[in-house]
T-cell receptor, first 116, second 114 residues
Framework: GAVVSQHPSRVICKSGTSVKIECRSLDFQATTMFWYRQFPKQSLMLMATSNEGSKATYEQGVEKDKFLINHASLTLSTLTVTSAHPEDSSFYIC????????????FGPGTRLLVL | AQTVTQSQPEMSVQEAETVTLSCTYDTSESDYYLFWYKQPPSRQMILVIRQEAYKQQNATENRFSVNFQKAAKSFSLKISDSQLGDAAMYFCAVSGDSNYQLIWGAGTKLIIKP
């Protein structure tokens, strides 16, 4: 199956700092990538859809200035949490549908963010 | 609006037995895909099985099979010969109406009793 990597897997930062999370499709190209947030014992909540070569599309209620998304290439999308606060602590997951099979999403292993 | 409902927050089954997880959905799309994803304690989302709505034949993947009832908008997952490694959260999802987004159910926690 298709492989998606995410880095870092875990990060602890101080309140007010920015954190960048990378999502890479390792063996396929992805024109679209999705960023999710997952709270404990809950389902995935879509934050935004990143599109290679254009601006990301954010879901209602997601602050685009706080969660900066850049889809730099067909294999890399980044999520930057700017001026992080404790309430931003969560599990962040990215996914990507291969361009050759866009109906199926493959998921990264997730990033656990803890803001102190 | 599209919705996915998983009415079983938690299910348990004896090892080697069969268990069925239920899922109902609502969509106005005529062509769509349905998925079951597994999320073990590692939290890595793993695709278990997918079903194209235009196909009448139920999808199967080894011990995993679905009962797809299109008219009833039902998409249940049957796990045969349950194994300890099947213990996880299981999420049902349907492809959205734009940009290949997925609409997710709330999940069912599956417990396997040894």
């Amino acid at each position: 199956g298709a492989v998606v990597s995410q880095h870092p897997s875990r990060v602890i930062c101080k309140s007010g700092t920015s954190v960048k999370i990378e999502c890479r499709s390792l063996d396929f190209q992805a024109t679209t990538m999705f960023w999710y947030r997952q709270f404990p014992k809950q389902s995935l909540m879509l934050m935004a859809t990143s599109n290679e070569g254009s601006k990301a599309t954010y879901e209602q209620g997601v602050e685009k200035d706080k969660f900066l998304i850049n889809h730099a290439s067909l294999t890399l999308s980044t999520l930057t949490v700017t001026s992080a606060h404790p309430e931003d602590s969560s599990f962040y997951i990215c996914s990507a549908p291969p361009s050759r099979d866009q109906e199926t999403q493959y998921f990264g292993p997730g990033t656990r963010l803890l803001v102190l | 609006a599209q919705t996915v409902t998983q009415s079983q927050p938690e299910m348990s089954v004896q090892e080697a037995e069969t268990v069925t997880l239920s899922c109902t959905y609502d969509t106005s799309e005529s062509d769509y895909y349905l998925f079951w994803y597994k999320q073990p304690p590692s939290r890595q989302m793993i695709l278990v099985i997918r079903q194209e709505a235009y196909k009448q034949q139920n999808a199967t993947e080894n011990r995993f099979s679905v009962n797809f009832q299109k008219a009833a908008k039902s998409f249940s997952l049957k796990i045969s010969d349950s194994q300890l490694g099947d213990a996880a959260m299981y999420f049902c999802a349907v492809s959205g109406d734009s940009n290949y987004q997925l609409i997710w159910g709330a999940g069912t926690k599956l417990i396997i009793k040894p």
